[in-house]
């Protein structure tokens, strides 16, 4: 069976710092795969999805960046973390035909 | 750019009680609908997908049913219990990429 592993669980940056969240999927290959971040009391925001190895779609201009080096890793960085950063981050990946996407347990981001 | 959204925000029933939820959306040319549950700080499981060429699924006492052509689906569940308070979410896509709703905020009063 196919499960989706997301690090940290919890995270508490300062601002300016920089960041990484890892994102690895089990059991398939050649999955899309898609970061998602939720802030309090606010609906999913589609930051970044892949396709493929180096291939990156990026849905709101910001200072994240998104790097996929392998076929089932995907990367969410930063290299000078905001206060507007802050949230909840979720991983999630689809099954092709039909696609459904299935989803990682989240990064909870604070940036203090 | 598709436009999904979820009425109520939030509903609170006694137990026992049958209920629906909202889901509509703004452009019909979708692949397919899906359902997920979000218990507060984890993340989305899913419940039901219905492909565009579907009327409807079930699963259990949950049913969702799906009108393309009026962009707009329904999450029905029966019976509710208090372990089904959480928030639901539907997404849509067209393709590669997912359209969620804001939610709904399901509590069910034992």
């Known amino acids: 069976s196919q499960t989706i592993h997301q690090w940290p669980a919890t995270l508490v940056q300062p601002v300016g710092s920089p960041l990484s969240l890892e994102c690895t999927v089990e059991g398939t290959s050649n999955p899309n795969l898609y970061w998602y971040r939720q802030a309090a009391g606010r609906g999913l925001q589609l930051l970044f999805y892949?396709?493929?190895?180096?291939?990156i779609s990026s849905e709101v201009p910001q200072n994240l960046s998104a790097s996929r080096p392998q076929d089932r890793q995907f990367i969410l960085s930063s290299k000078k973390l905001l206060l507007s950063d802050s949230g909840f981050y979720l991983c999630?990946?689809?099954?092709?035909?039909?696609?459904?996407?299935?989803f990682g347990p989240g990064t909870r981001l604070t940036v203090l | 750019k598709q436009e999904v959204t979820q009425i109520p925000a939030a509903l609170s029933v006694p137990e026992g009680e049958n209920l629906v939820l909202n889901c509509s959306f703004t452009?019909?040319?979708?692949?397919?609908l899906q359902w997920f549950r979000q218990d507060p700080g984890k993340g989305l499981t899913s419940l039901l997908l219905?492909?565009?060429?579907?009327r409807e699924q079930t699963s259990g006492r949950l049913n969702a049913s799906l009108d393309k052509s009026s962009g707009r689906s329904t999450l029905y569940i029966a019976a509710s219990q208090p372990g089904d308070s959480a928030t639901y979410l539907c997404?849509?896509?067209?393709?590669?990429?997912?359209?969620f709703g804001t939610g709904t905020s399901l509590t069910v009063i034992p």
């Open positions: 997404a849509v896509t067209p393709g590669d990429e997912f359209y």
């Open positions: 999630a990946w689809t099954v092709p035909y039909p696609d459904t996407q299935y």
């Open positions: 892949s396709v493929g190895i180096g291939q």
């Open positions: 452009d019909s040319a979708i692949y397919n």
């Open positions: 219905i492909q565009s060429s579907q």
